[in-house]
């Protein structure tokens, strides 16, 4: 379950500086795991891309279906 903690709020912030906007939390799913996301934001801040909604089966292109 997603429940943000100081963490999740300082790899938040790192994601943000890197890619200029926040952590799309509503559109990760929130039984997803919290450590799980923690590593899925420092690796697309370390890799510098953004993949983290397609690590949740979410289409960015039509975020309401799942793929």
Do not use: W
């Amino acid at each position: 379950m997603i429940i943000p903690n100081d963490e999740y709020r300082a790899v938040a912030k790192r994601f943000k500086k890197q890619f200029g906007y926040g952590v799309p939390l509503d559109m990760i799913p929130m039984t997803a795991d919290m450590n799980e996301l923690i590593r899925n934001i420092e690796e697309c801040v370390a890799n510098a891309h953004d993949d983290l909604l397609s690590r949740y089966g979410v289409d960015q292109n039509n975020p309401g279906i799942l793929y």
